[in-house]
């Protein structure tokens, strides 16, 4: 039961990440000195993370039959010369690849530009070549919180072009162990935690997420108010407040959109929160 709820969480996830990203807001000035937002936890315990697939055991050379005078076959002049514990050099990549994955991983591309380059990669059919070259940046480059960042969101993309269930809740579990992965390296890195908190936010109640959202979205505010606005910062006030609002924290809610309206104006997302707030879980109930 547990897997089936994961893997339509992901599903839903694919869908709902492609609307909003759809929509870009332009960026407006924030004000000299940014308000801490207020916010109650609810007391839901996180779950631990789910530790790293165990590394395959090196191959071994087979060894000669008896009464056989041909020595077993030599390991390859690449092999012979990495040295050991050391990554393989990555495979080649075709150009289109090679340039979507230096934009995805570039903390100086846009936000926009990102977006491109995964739809460019989906629209071209390169999205397995991709997270295979990831997957081998990971291993090459253990320190470098941006690969598993992106790598996690190339298992949610990934997800949302498969029909298979099960196949797709190995993905978003995949996913969020690179986003926890990069979030261990670097507490700072913006999409990990967005991507991560997103993910979460649409699993069912019944997995106990609610804190772990809530707080990693507010770790985002916290982030984002120390630095000068860009246009995708309006989404985790949006989210966020949506958080709050079905929890029945409906005044929060509406703390966290006034904060966001105020820093991004010209965002459509937050005015409509405002003027047409939806009723609370608990407010349906009753």
Known sequence: ???????????????????????????SSAPDSAAATAAAVPADAPSSPTPPPAAAPPQTPPAPEPGSSNP???????????????????????????????????????????QSAWQQLRASGNLDQAITHLEQQVAANPKAA???????QAYLQKAGTIQDLREQGILGMKADQNFEAALALDP????????????????????????????????LVKLQEAQAPQPQFAQTYVLLGE????????????????????????????RDKLTNPAPSVQAQAR
């Open 188 to 219: 700072a890195n913006w999409e990990a935690r967005f991507w991560r908190a997103t993910a979460m936010s649409y699993w069912p109640p019944e997995l106990n997420k609610t804190q772990e959202v809530i707080e990693n979205f507010l770790e």
């Open 243 to 270: 958080q709050y609002q079905k929890n029945g924290y409906a005044e929060y809610a509406t703390q966290v959109w006034q904060r966001g309206a105020q820093l991004f104006p010209g965002d459509p997302r937050l």
């Open 146 to 152: 941006e690969y598993p960042a992106t790598l996690g």
């Open 72 to 114: 077993p076959a030599a390991p390859s002049v690449a092999a012979a010369q990495t040295p050991p514990g050391t990554a393989p050099a990555p495979a080649p990549v075709s150009p289109l690849v090679a340039q979507a994955i230096a934009n995805l991983v570039s903390p100086q591309a846009a936000f926009s530009q990102k």
């Open 1 to 27: 039961m547990k897997t089936l709820i994961l893997t339509l969480m992901v599903l839903c996830l694919a869908t709902l990440a492609a609307f909003h990203f759809g929509r870009h807001s332009q960026p």
